[in-house]
């Protein structure tokens, strides 16, 4: 079983910026993929970003590009998300999620997901 702990969430305000981390435990070896959704209040979780591991690729959603970057620490099994200029319509709870079948796709199915990190922004 695999435990994903997240970490970085908060309270910013517009323009900022937060990095939001994520570290799974219970397993040593490396996910086929790993990845970021979010959930804000009313709304469908929905996919932000994600990253292959092996190789680096990243994938975002149209409305984070330019804006957020996924990156991962091999040696530490950790990924991260860069958040810069930070919108209100960002404010959501986090989740990590990974996968580690090669049936992984960047906005497909994933085996464990993390408890979420709430990101609040404010106007």
């Known amino acids: 079983q695999v435990q994903l702990v997240e970490s970085g969430g908060g309270l910013v305000q517009a323009g900022g910026s937060l990095r939001l981390s994520c570290a799974p435990s219970g397993r040593t070896f490396s996910p086929y993929g790993m990845g970021w959704f979010r959930q804000a209040p009313g709304k469908e979780r929905e996919f932000v970003a994600a990253i292959r591991w092996s190789g680096g690729s990243t994938y975002y959603e149209d409305s984070v590009k330019g804006r957020f970057s996924i990156s991962r620490d091999i040696a530490k099994n950790t990924v991260y998300l860069q958040m810069n200029s930070l919108k209100p319509e960002d404010t959501a709870v986090y989740y990590c999620?990974?996968?580690?079948?090669?049936?992984?796709?960047?906005?497909?199915?994933?085996?464990?997901w993390g408890q979420g990190t709430q990101v609040t922004v404010s106007s």
């Open positions: 999620t990974s996968h580690y079948k090669s049936s992984w796709s960047p906005r497909g199915f994933y085996d464990f």
